[in-house]
């Protein structure tokens, strides 16, 4: 496997993410989970079967609050869509013109994709796998990463045995502080299904056969004017590490 390296680029309010290349080819920005990183998509996504294709220079950032990067504890380092601030100011870094990159996000990823395309991104094509319809329209703060999350910050029990328990497990074994995870969930803005209409980048949608939480990806996909759909198997977590969701994305990308 080809060697990554870690540099930084400088956000829009002084922060300074970090990012990773690797491999050679059409530049091709990919965006991690919530309490992942940049490190997933190459140890258990499909990034290593990109690679093999040897078509493409993967950009991996960690979002802010995430992996290498910054994490401050202060909520005013998360207003509102700074995610997307970063992402663009990567993309200004990296001196990466309309039309001459392509963009994927996976879970939170997508939704930070989605909306730098309604922002005014041009990737030739954006992947958004593993989110639907209701979550890119909808608030986080209703979602149960954020009742987890606020129940972890203020030393609530949950029981390891309950449907909450392996969730729980995994956001605190994620290495990420869960005051900093809620401050990310904090800053993510709905994307108006009015506003879907205005993504003219050609798109693919993709979703888990089982993944139950986020089933109107169908809807999604519809909702956008230039989109495929596409259903990949596993659940929400083993979709993203499936040989199928590497072919899909490798067949779109090269379409």
Not at 90 to 107: F, M, N, P, Q, V
Not at 142 to 151: D, G
């Amino acid at each position: 496997m080809t060697d990554t390296r870690v540099p930084r680029f400088t956000g829009r309010d002084g922060l300074e993410p970090a990012y990773r290349e690797t491999g050679q080819g059409r530049p091709l920005v990919l965006l991690h989970g919530f309490a992942g990183s940049a490190a997933h998509w190459l140890e258990y996504g499909p990034a290593p079967a990109l690679m093999e294709a040897d078509r493409w220079r993967l950009i991996l950032p960690d979002l802010r609050g995430h992996g290498a990067s910054p994490s401050p504890a202060d909520p005013a380092y998360y207003p509102p869509d700074v995610l997307v601030d970063d992402l663009l100011a990567l993309i200004e870094t990296l001196g990466l013109d309309d039309g001459g990159y392509d963009l994927a996000g996976y879970s939170l990823g997508a939704r930070v994709a989605l909306r730098a395309l309604v922002r005014g991104a041009r990737p030739g094509r954006a992947v958004l796998a593993g989110q639907g319809l209701t979550q890119v329209c909808g608030p986080q703060q209703q979602s149960s990463n954020h009742r987890l999350l606020t129940a972890l910050v203020r030393g609530e029990r949950i029981d390891p045995d309950s449907p909450d328990g392996q969730s729980a497990y995994w956001l605190t074994h994620s290495g990420a502080e869960p005051q900093v995870l809620l401050h990310v969930l904090d800053s993510l803005v709905p994307t108006p299904q009015d506003a879907l209409r205005s993504v003219d980048t050609p798109a693919l949608v993709v979703v888990g056969d089982a993944d139950h939480g986020h089933a109107s990806a169908d809807e999604f996909a519809a909702a956008l004017p230039d989109a495929r759909f596409a259903r990949v198997p596993g659940d929400h977590w083993s979709a993203f590490g499936a040989p199928e969701f590497a072919r899909v994305i490798a067949e779109f990308l090269t379409g």
